[in-house]
């Protein structure tokens, strides 16, 4: 009986390991807990508990170097799997996730990793961007159904046509869209940061994002800015992607973690004020206007820390 105890698990693994249906495992172990995880819940605050709040516009260089891990891949990487052998999915970058997995409910093979033209996940709400009206983000939402959610990373570029018939050549406007997530390499993140007297803490919650960047055409560079997203409608999908640990690849952080744990680099661009929260870019340029937001991130400080007595 003993011997059966000690060496049968061993027959068991080996049989599987030679079996024929036996999957290929990239890696000495299988890698599930990130597929399997759930974004941590935020602590409810309560109006009268909130003795201090500031809206900030920041944006986030995704080419910084801290950032890298919301910018990279480029392209999609895909890990061999099998069904109940290594369920994990490919790793992508912020865009791709939002774009291609949360607006159109692209859906990928978890073996092959080819893109399944006949099967939809779920679709994320989004919002429409007007540049002109960049406060009132959520003011033009997007329906599941509707085929503007194919053209939200489009813009128009300039082409030249050959003209047959009179010879020579003339410009025209034609409907193009990203097919490279490099040019977009910034990201604008409206947060509201909130005292919570409850629990003596300064809290921030990310409210929306939206990405941006310039596309370079024929005629120049086009900028593309294209929606906003509701980011607590995002944290379920965020928290079931991971990013890259530089450090550790045993540790892997989802998404999720890097927001939640501010673990990315920007700078602050506007805060909420009586001039219809216009940009410090406004009123002033250069090396002012990066003072002027360090300035309004160390008021933000200062009032926490005034807080407590020592």
Do not use: C
């Amino acid at each position: 009986m003993k011997f059966h105890k000690i060496f049968f698990p061993v027959i068991a693994l080996l049989s599987l390991a030679f079996s024929g249906t036996a999957q290929v495992l990239d890696g000495a172990y299988m890698r599930e807990n990130t597929v399997e995880r759930t974004f941590v819940p935020y602590q409810n605050i309560r109006e009268a508990d909130a003795m201090y709040s500031k809206k900030i516009l920041r944006v986030v260089e995704l080419r910084e170097k801290q950032n890298h891990p919301l910018y990279f891949p480029i392209l999609r990487m895909t890990y061999p799997a099998g069904t109940g052998v290594q369920p994990q999915r490919s790793r992508v970058n912020l865009l791709w996730l939002i774009y291609n997995i949360g607006i159109l409910g692209e859906t990928y093979d978890i073996v092959t990793g080819e893109k399944l033209d006949t099967v939809f996940g779920k679709k994320y709400p989004v919002y429409d961007l007007n540049p002109s009206d960049i406060t009132n983000w959520w003011r033009i939402p997007v329906e599941v159904d509707d085929p503007l959610r194919d053209d939200l990373l489009g813009y128009k570029e300039k082409i030249l046509i050959a003209d047959t018939i009179n010879g020579g050549s003339y410009e025209e406007m034609v409907d193009s869209r990203i097919n490279d997530t490099r040019p977009m390499d910034q990201l604008w993140i409206w947060e509201e940061w909130v005292f919570d007297k409850q629990r003596s803490v300064m809290d921030v919650r990310i409210v929306a994002m939206a990405p941006d960047g310039w596309v370079e055409t024929s005629g120049g560079f086009e900028r593309v800015w294209p929606f906003w997203i509701y980011f607590p409608d995002y944290r379920p999908l965020f928290a079931s992607y991971e990013v890259f640990n530089t450090q550790n690849d045993a540790e892997r952080k989802t998404f999720d973690d890097i927001f939640f744990k501010r673990k990315f680099t920007s700078y602050i661009v506007a805060e909420s004020n009586s001039y219809d929260n216009r940009l410090i870019s406004d009123y002033l340029l250069g090396i002012d206007a990066i003072r002027e937001g360090e300035r309004i991130q160390e008021g933000l400080f200062k009032f926490e820390h005034d807080q407590w007595e020592y």
